[in-house]
């Protein structure tokens, strides 16, 4: 069974920083994508940024010079540096990763919880 945890949303005030962590768990044999998303009220899950097991990093416009995706040591953790935060951040966000579990070939998406991202303007 594998577990995306995520931790590190909060209420915020406009021009602040949060910094969001996810860390995957369970049977792991490789993960190869883990990214973010977001939801938020009406509007579609849209992607805030990805970063690849070697490094590779895509992000969404609205996200370019003010949120930073990085990878832990571990590799299965993932984290978003958000900077300069606008009330238009305001939105649920989602741990994604695209993983193979020990013993399967094929990779899939597997997701978190969701955490609450709230900027104050």
């Known amino acids: 069974q594998v577990q995306l945890v995520e931790s590190g949303g909060g209420l915020v005030q406009a021009g602040g920083s949060l910094r969001l962590s996810c860390a995957a768990s369970?049977?792991?044999?490789?993960?190869?994508?883990m990214g973010w998303y977001r939801r938020a009220l009406g509007k579609q899950r849209e992607l805030v940024a990805a970063i690849t097991g070697g490094g590779n990093t895509n992000y969404a416009d609205s996200a370019k010079g003010r949120f930073t995706i990085s990878r832990g040591d571990a590799k299965n953790t993932v984290y978003l540096q958000m900077n300069s935060l606008k009330p238009e951040d305001t939105a649920v966000y989602y741990c994604n990763a695209d993983l193979v579990q020990t013993g399967w070939v094929q990779g899939y998406d597997y997701w978190g919880q969701g955490t609450q991202v709230t900027v104050s303007s």
């Open positions: 369970g049977s792991i044999l490789r993960v190869n994508v």
